[in-house]
């Protein structure tokens, strides 16, 4: 099976710009959650999705959002973006609605400058 | 607030002896505990799982313990490989109260010394 997808693998905007990144999970997977790594604050949770219902949210501010597609594809946007939100985006999917395995893509670098 | 915590930055053995990575947690709803394996620039790796109700659980070389009394895990790796130098996270997840969500310790950076 493919693992899970991530595009870009890659992105530099500048503040105040808005993005877009794109998580494709393992087949047969329903369930797609969103991290953020950074250097200062390690890997926090952004949020989760299964079956196109956003079931969990971390503690970002509105600016970051996210929605799932019938086909599970995931996407996570941000807006209005900040030097701060510079970080690897991690997404992860998992074939159980809940406690089931994670499994990472290989993650979105964003550079914001 | 830092639920899960991994107190060493940093681990180094030699190669064929064992290394022992740790992790505490102190939210007791946490019942499903993960541990990965993270080089730069990739997204984790599982490497093994452990559900609360068990104590221990083996996959090959990788050993977790988990002690619920005192709310600590524990990783074994024998023999060490130096394949196996990279930063590694134990995570947890609480089913009723937050589902998927994991929680992520900071990282231990383990050094596998030919």
């Known amino acids: 099976k493919a693992g899970v997808t991530q595009t870009p693998r890659y992105l530099i905007k500048t503040r105040g710009q808005q993005v877009t990144l794109s998580c494709s999970p393992i087949?047969?997977?329903?369930?797609v959650s969103w991290y953020q790594q950074t250097p200062g604050q390690g890997l926090q949770f952004l949020f989760e999705?299964?079956?196109?219902?956003?079931?969990n949210k971390g503690n970002f501010p509105g600016r970051f959002s996210g929605r799932q597609f019938s086909n599970s594809r995931s996407e996570m946007n941000v807006s209005t973006l900040e030097l701060g939100d510079s970080a690897l985006y991690l997404c992860?999917?998992?074939?159980?609605?809940?406690?089931?395995?994670?499994?990472f893509g290989p993650g979105t670098r964003l550079t914001v400058l | 607030d830092q639920q899960v915590k991994q107190n060493s930055p940093s681990l180094s053995v030699q190669e064929g002896r064992i290394s022992i990575l740790n992790c505490d947690y102190t939210?007791?709803?946490?019942?499903?505990f993960l541990w990965y394996k993270k080089y730069p620039a990739e997204g984790p790796t599982f490497l093994i799982s452990?559900?609360?109700?068990?104590d221990k659980n083996e996959d090959g070389r990788f050993t977790v313990f988990l002690n619920k009394s005192a709310k600590h895990l524990s990783l074994h790796i024998v023999p060490s490989q130096p394949g196996d130098s990279a930063v590694y996270f134990c995570?947890?997840?609480?089913?009723?109260?937050?589902?998927?969500?994991?929680?992520f310790g900071e990282g231990t950076q383990l050094t596998v010394n030919p």
């Open positions: 992860a999917s998992s074939y159980q609605e809940s406690h089931g395995t994670q499994y």
């Open positions: 087949s047969g997977h329903r369930s």
């Open positions: 452990i559900s609360s109700i068990k």
């Open positions: 995570a947890a997840s609480a089913r009723e109260t937050s589902g998927s969500r994991l929680t």
């Open positions: 999705y299964f079956s196109e219902t956003q079931r």
């Open positions: 939210n007791s709803m946490f019942d499903y």
